[in-house]
């Protein structure tokens, strides 16, 4: 079964269990678990950053068609 | 007033936070505690003087918080509050160039009705790159024991009282439901992904460090506001506790409530109370009496987290002088932390004029064995005056305790408790609510 065939969730969870083996590599140190939350962090903002531009342009999009109906009114 | 020494090494940080008014931004927007620069004079030198010797030369003064609560003494809603005025301040400091070093619920306090940062010298000058050195923290402090709630429908006060460092991931990954930790994208990313992350870290014996990463202003901005945004539409899904709505269905008539509001209104009143401490007092009703009859604080601790949930919307609506705290009176938070002296016990902090014990006495005495001498002399201890509702064995709520248990409570009965009240305070007045029934009682300790 192809990638593209599969349902949005799905591709979601492949992505997902992509990032996490291409993360799990040793990270040459022993440190307190907050090492953790240092290296996952780029990660999580870059993908925090694209949801946050998507509403963004979203709420920019919505509030025009709403502006446009306003004044049609 | 409370005063806090700025130590040398810290002290050029906060002179460009204090010089570019960022402190005082924060402030005006509500999410600093008032804080006035203070130079210190020769004649202050000595009381300023640090475990090393070092004299500061400013020292910072704020208000006193008038009574310091922990966040395993707030509802669900205090923490979520607490969460959301954390963000809106980092984010509001990203903006001005500040961040925080540290993101614990320990530094937030409800002052004037809401939650403010306390701790001014968590702050510091972003670094162009840094990452946010407090994300861990937030996740176990914060973000955690809320989605314990609005997950899993469990409380999460004992967490926390039993862990001051919050809730580790690998722990809350176990108990939040996978559904959401997998089906969710913010459940995935701060849970799933990250508590991987801890643990693949911290196996790792080598001594050699990498964490050579950076992260943009941008991604920084937007790690705050999406967190922001999902805190904000978190709901706690905890059952419905016995006490939920005794505010309406206890077994008081109309009449005998007014009474005691009557009651509690004189008694504020006739003895000028401004602080009082209202036992066991559900959803704030009798406090809400002693503020409206001139009292000007008034903390309702309770063990019912619904109750108290109701108790914090009316403070937050109407009544900023009421202050909700989760406890259990037989129970009370205990001194916590290093040399037992990090997180006072609630006897530490306790400075009221008054204390309510309202329909009380027989939940402590009965319920949970008590016995009444003993009930007396703690609420004698907690302040100098008092109103203690004494509950009959006659009363319906006690026939119903008794019906599950054996009658070995031979000194539970009004007039032994009135005794044993008379031997510690002097009974200023008693009232009935109805014939036979309970009585109200207020006193003022002997000298």
Known sequence: ?73 | MVWRSINPSAQSAFDQLWDRGVVHKLIQRGLLIESERVVVGASMAESFRGPRGEVPSIVLRHPKVPFFSYPYEWTFLQLKEASLAHLDLQIEALDLGVVLSDATPYNMQPVDGRMRLVDVLSLRPYREGELWAGYNQFCRMFLIPLLVEAWAGMPFQPLLRGALDGVRLCDAVRILPRSKRWGTLNGLMHLTLHARQERAHSNERNATINVGRSMSRVRYRAMLTELRKWIEGLESCRLRTYWHDYAADNSYDGESRNKKKRFVAQFVREHGIRTVWDLGGNSGDYSIAALDAGATRAIVLDNDLDALEHAYLRSRDEYPGLLPIIMDCTDPSPALGWAQSERAGLQERIHADAVFALALTHHVSIGRNVPPRSLIEWLISLAPFGVVEFVPKQDPMVKRMLTVRDDVFHDYDEACFIDYLSSVADVIRIERLAAGGRALISYRRKA
């Open chain 1, 1 to 73: 079964m192809s990638f593209r065939k599969l349902t949005p969730s799905w591709r979601m969870w492949c992505c997902a269990l992509g990032v996490m083996a291409a993360l799990t590599e040793p990270a040459y140190a022993y440190l307190d678990p907050v090492t953790g939350s240092f290296v996952i962090q780029g990660l999580i903002a870059g993908v925090m950053a694209v949801v946050a531009g998507v509403r963004s342009l979203r709420e920019r999009f919505l509030g025009l068609f709403k502006r446009r109906r306003k004044d049609s009114d």
